[in-house]
């Protein structure tokens, strides 16, 4: 196998440099700048001529800022005889327009996929993508890593007692159904309407919730609607104490506020979304790091080892 090397783009380097820290290797040297308009310009200051390239950069807000600076450094290396090129992208942006739940809407999921594969993209590596058929948009390899190992450490060592897994909805009960199972715990589900895009009421708890811990699991949280209409109605049927674990915290517009007002005792998050200044100073939220994860499944990937068998 040749060399291989790591860059990252403006999204989350905090995290590239922690993927690089428990890999031992240097960050690699690239400028990623704008013009006065506003228009983004990639630099690549080493040489990478046949070497494995792994790109790192959560396409999380700004979104589009953020995938374009993507996309170029794509291009960029591939037009520098790179001879594999693979984007770790630990959050997915626009994976939740996965399907037309609509006339004459787009599928953005699908054409992220394309625009990615179309810049020079080989092969991609994310983190709890929001619909697992999102991996079959592409025409290249995609690993879909999951942050359960960490999640479930955190929770065995600090959740365990009377615990109740609960999915905020009918669609993330099978993910709540796995983490229930490993921990011995009981399921419940929320039955929830969606009124409109980031508007929704729970209407029930299907499932015992009564004196226990109850642990809310979901793989994002972005304006903590649903969360906090989840949280009250487990509260309402008699739970002890309401907790909440994503992968992805995109905590937009009034989240933060949400969660510090609520009932809820506590929100676990991993790293592949920086924090704003807002969730920092939060003392609800609770961060853990996918960083050796992700720099595990890179290391498998470079040497044609399993990623798969990190998960087992």
Known sequence: ????TIFAGNANPEFAKKVCDYLKVPLGGAKVKKFSDGEIQIEINEN??????????????????????????????????????TAVIPYYGYARQDKKVEPRVPISAKLVADLLTVAGANRIITMDLHAVQIQGFFNIPVDNLFAAPVILEYIKANLQDHLVI???????????????KRLHADLAVIDKR?????????MAVMGDVAGKNAVILDDMVDTAGTLIEAAGAILAQGAKEVHAICSHPVLSGPAVDRINDSSLSSLVVTDTIPLNSNAEACNKIKVLS?????????IRSHKGNSVTSLFV
């Open 1 to 4: 196998m040749k060399d291989f």
């Open 48 to 85: 990478v001529r046949s070497k494995d390239i792994y790109i790192i950069q959560s396409t999380c807000p700004p979104v589009n800022d953020n995938l374009i600076e993507l996309l170029l450094m794509i291009d960029a290396f591939k037009r520098s005889s790179a001879i594999r090129i």
């Open 166 to 180: 609960v999915s905020p909805d009918a669609g993330g009960a099978e993910r709540a159904r796995a983490f229930a």
């Open 194 to 202: 969606r009124e409109a895009p980031n508007k929704a009421r729970a």
């Open 290 to 298: 996918i960083s050796e994860l992700v720099g595990e499944a890179i």
